[in-house]
């Protein structure tokens, strides 16, 4: 079946930092990659998402391109901050399948000042 | 829109006792899921309807908890009796389906059994 795999955390990073937070899938189908992220006290939310194999979605100073040759979606950001810190996961929809989402775990990233 | 809707946001009760927690989700969302999250176990898929059937239940842990959705704009899950261990942050999300995977989410209700 599909599956997420996403890295561990915390991640910990002082503020202005590069962040990645790496995600790989496997999946039968078509899917569509989405990363949603949980700041403390709230539900998640979309952040963005990519439909096909090389697009790029991007949002907030985030992005992630969809890899299909190495099953990957990792999550960039170039210079974080403070309020960046919260839960981020990955997560994938096929298209051609049940369509309901698989989540990743989720990794926890906490930016210092 | 407003969103989705939970109610309530936190509930503090003693094993043994009824809770039912309601969601709302956003008007024209075909799909409705309920989702539980903890920190030993993550996000964990309950169950899920569309167009107000229950489509997969499998998640659901045990007989104690049911949900339902009478209409196109009302959901509950209910756990009878609660024990310690259903303490965590219950989801309530939707998606308008149609093949774009993306859902939307309350804020969740906090749920602790003493």
């Known amino acids: 079946g599909d599956s997420v795999t996403q890295m561990e955390g915390p991640v910990t990073l002082s503020e202005e930092a590069f962040l990645t937070i790496n995600c790989t899938y496997t999946a039968t189908g078509y899917p569509s990659l989405f990363w949603y992220v949980q700041y403390p006290g709230e539900g998640l939310q979309l952040l963005l998402k990519a439909t096909k194999a090389d697009d790029k979605g991007s949002n907030k100073g985030f992005e992630a391109t969809y890899r299909k040759e190495t099953t990957s979606f990792h999550l960039e950001k170039g210079s974080v901050q403070v309020s960046d810190s919260a839960v981020y996961f990955c997560?994938?929809?096929?298209?051609?399948?049940?369509?309901?989402?698989?989540f990743g775990r989720g990794t926890s990233l906490i930016v210092h000042p | 829109d407003a969103g989705v809707i939970q109610s309530p946001r936190h509930e503090v009760t003693e094993m043994g006792q009824e809770v039912t927690l309601r969601c709302k989700p956003i008007?024209?969302?075909?799909?409705l899921f309920w989702y539980r999250q903890t920190m030993m176990r993550g996000l964990e898929l309950l169950i899920y309807?569309?167009?107000?059937?229950?489509?997969?239940d499998s998640g659901m842990p045990e007989d104690r908890f049911s949900a339902k959705m009478p209409n196109a704009s009302f959901s509950t899950l209910k756990i009878q009796p609660s024990e310690p261990r259903d303490s965590a942050v219950y989801f309530c999300?939707?998606?308008?389906?149609?093949?774009?995977?993306?859902?939307?989410f309350g804020e969740g209700s906090r749920l602790t059994v003493l």
């Open positions: 999300a939707s998606s308008p389906g149609s093949g774009a995977g993306e859902l939307f």
């Open positions: 309807f569309n167009n107000n059937v229950p489509i997969d």
């Open positions: 008007s024209g969302h075909d799909y």
């Open positions: 997560a994938l929809s096929d298209q051609r399948g049940s369509y309901i989402p698989t």
